[in-house]
């Protein structure tokens, strides 16, 4: 590829009149999409559960332009009844949104829980982000255009969910594993509401992506790769290029899943790419699915 054909954020049009929420926004990925999102005239929300770094991120951003449309909502993805309140209190004031990027994640914490007991990287990556999508469903539905971007991991391929297991109590805990299993249950999160949407062409897109290898604050609890993104790691404003790309771009279509171009997808420009062959799994998939809507409560309206 080029580099006139390397995408990048001179290839988003103007967003204006859109709204969009992006988890997990105070840093990282899901910071820079904020931040150029909001520059192309987008209203954005960042959603996180720590209100100082949300404002410092929005002064940030304030900063740089003035002008940008930017706020800040708290959101707990590990506590349901915090998702809960976020989706109301959005839904209180906004009668549309056009993109919901549901970035925020953990990454290979030590064991720990969330606020209703499942294990926390399962909890917060899959299930908060399948009930606060849920929650949202309607709103985005009944909005014309709509995207639902999911951030997967090319760790979806150290994934193999244990449904005998779910909590991690039967087992001896490894963080990578069950940081892949959540990251997987993204994809099957992804292909499974995009197959229970169908082919209308009025229906939401739901894409996946993942950012390569980029250094982020999310693998503060791995001094392995702490010390490897010094010599491995992409820029951030880079990592945020799949994210981007599949928010926005004209030609995307539901299902498809974008991450680098470049040697093992750890590096590069955003094209579409392939998800393993286990993510694929219908039946895995649609288990899942059912599994989340009795954990969580929660029951898309289609």
Not at 197 to 204: H, R, V
């Amino acid at each position: 590829m080029t580099k006139r054909q390397q995408w990048n954020t001179e290839n988003i049009s103007d967003q204006k009149g859109k709204v969009v929420i992006i988890t997990g926004s105070s840093s990282g990925i899901g910071f820079e999409a904020a931040r150029v999102l909001a520059n192309k005239n987008a209203e954005v929300i960042i959603a996180v559960r720590n209100q100082q770094k949300g404002d410092d991120a929005l002064n940030k951003i304030k900063s740089q332009n003035s002008s940008a449309n930017i706020k800040v909502m708290l959101l707990d993805l590990a506590n349901l009844m915090s998702i809960k309140t976020f989706a109301d209190n959005f839904k209180k004031k906004y009668t549309k949104l056009d993109l919901l990027i549901n970035n925020a994640g953990v990454m290979m914490p030590p064991y720990g829980k969330t606020k209703e007991g499942f294990e926390l990287q399962f909890g917060t990556n899959h299930l908060g982000h399948f009930a606060l999508t849920g929650h949202l469903f309607e709103l985005i539905k009944k909005t014309p255009n709509s995207r639902i971007v999911n951030i997967s991991s090319s760790a979806h391929n150290w994934g193999n969910i244990d449904f005998s297991d779910l909590t991690w109590e039967n087992r001896k805990y490894k963080t990578g594993r069950s940081y892949g299993d959540s990251k997987i249950a993204n994809l099957y999160f992804t292909y499974e509401l995009q197959n229970r949407l169908g082919d209308k062409i009025s229906n939401p897109a739901v894409t996946a992506v993942h950012p390569g290898w980029t250094a982020t604050e999310l693998q503060r609890h791995s001094s392995v790769f702490s010390f490897l993104n010094r010599f491995l790691a992409m820029p951030i404003w880079q990592g945020a290029l799949p994210t981007l790309r599949a928010a926005t771009d004209s030609n995307v279509k539901s299902g498809d899943y974008f991450g680098p171009d470049g040697f093992q997808e750890r590096r590069g420009y955003p094209v579409k790419v392939e998800s393993n062959k286990l993510s694929h799994d219908k039946e895995i998939a649609k288990k899942l699915w059912g599994v989340s809507e009795d954990l969580t409560g929660i029951k898309f309206k289609f």
